[in-house]
């Protein structure tokens, strides 16, 4: 099935504004990186991959939500949150991974006010915030961390998405992350590639699990996909799987662009199988970091 979009952003770019809009952000991050260089005094490490304790601002940012404004946009104009009708399916809770907040997004199963653009969900997007969309020749970074909330495991086939990287227009996902019986798994649906990258999440239920994905954006057999975890405990991510020379951008109906979700997404989900009626997830520090 096509998951719907949340909402069309009310001024899409042309692919010449996007490119044009990236180009001079590109310039711009290229003065800014070479001032924090020379301000510093070091010169090797303008690309040092970020880490945890790194909570300044990277040059290199794209999208920086942290939750820690206590609202659901994180501050950000532009950031798109939930349509779902209920007051919990989505709100900013105390606590967040090693800072004071993070968000949470609920769906119960046959409940209306749980359905978002006409399905059960409950997601947030960066789908008006141009600057971290995405454009084909990009290499982005996508880092995030999740919480499983009280997660009952079920033994259904079903898999609820908890992140997603898409193309608008009503297009496919390029890839999507997914707890699937006691496994999270990134498959890409249009290319049928899938492996599971936590084995076993249930040690870690309400605890932070952090994940990067790094993608090169191409719209031939030029991309990847690198996906890496840290679990809880650990110091440094561990790469669990990598797809090279895969076409991810790959839009079944025209679109110029494409963005992130994250939240709860539950497409094949029923009662009937064995689904628990309600789950709930967290995530916080959701970045985009622009490795171009
Ligand atoms: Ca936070």
Redesign the pocket.
Same mark, same amino acid.
């Given at each position: 099935m096509s998951p719907p979009t949340p909402g069309t952003p009310r001024h899409p770019p042309t692919p010449s504004q996007g490119a044009s809009m990236k180009n001079a952000h590109k310039r711009i991050c290229i003065a800014v990186c070479l001032g924090a260089v020379a301000g510093a005094g070091y010169a090797t490490t303008a690309t040092a991959t970020p880490e945890k304790s790194a909570r300044p601002q990277q040059a290199s940012d794209l999208l920086d939500v +942290?939750?820690?404004s206590g609202a659901l946009d994180s501050g950000i104009p532009g950031l798109t949150t939930t349509h779902a009708k209920a007051s919990d399916a989505s709100t900013v809770e105390s606590g967040? +991974?090693g800072?004071?907040?993070?968000v949470s997004h609920k769906v119960t199963l046959n409940d209306p006010d749980y359905v978002s653009d006409g399905a059960p969900r409950s997601e947030s997007a960066n789908n008006e915030i141009e600057k971290s969309l995405i454009h084909v020749g990009d290499v982005h970074r996508y880092e995030f961390s999740v919480m499983l909330k009280d997660w009952e495991t079920s033994s259904s086939k079903a898999g609820d998405i908890i992140f997603q990287g898409k193309h608008a227009g009503g297009n496919k996902p390029s890839f999507y992350l997914m707890a699937q019986r006691n496994a999270i798994a990134f498959r890409s649906p249009l290319l049928d590639l899938q492996a599971p990258v936590v084995e076993d999440f249930r040690p870690y239920v309400d605890q932070w699990m952090r994940f990067r994905i790094d993608v090169r954006w191409a719209e031939s057999r030029t991309g990847y996909y690198k996906v890496s975890v840290r679990l809880p405990g650990e110091k440094d991510f561990t790469l669990k799987k990598t797809y090279t020379d895969v076409n991810t951008f790959h839009p079944e109906n025209p679109t110029a662009f494409g963005y992130i979700k994250w939240g709860l997404y539950r497409p094949a989900s029923s009662t009937e199988a064995g689904d628990p009626a309600t789950r709930v997830v967290r995530h +916080? +520090?959701i970045r985009v970091i622009d490795l171009g």
């Open positions: +942290d939750y820690e967040g +991974d800072s004071a907040h993070s +916080d +520090d």
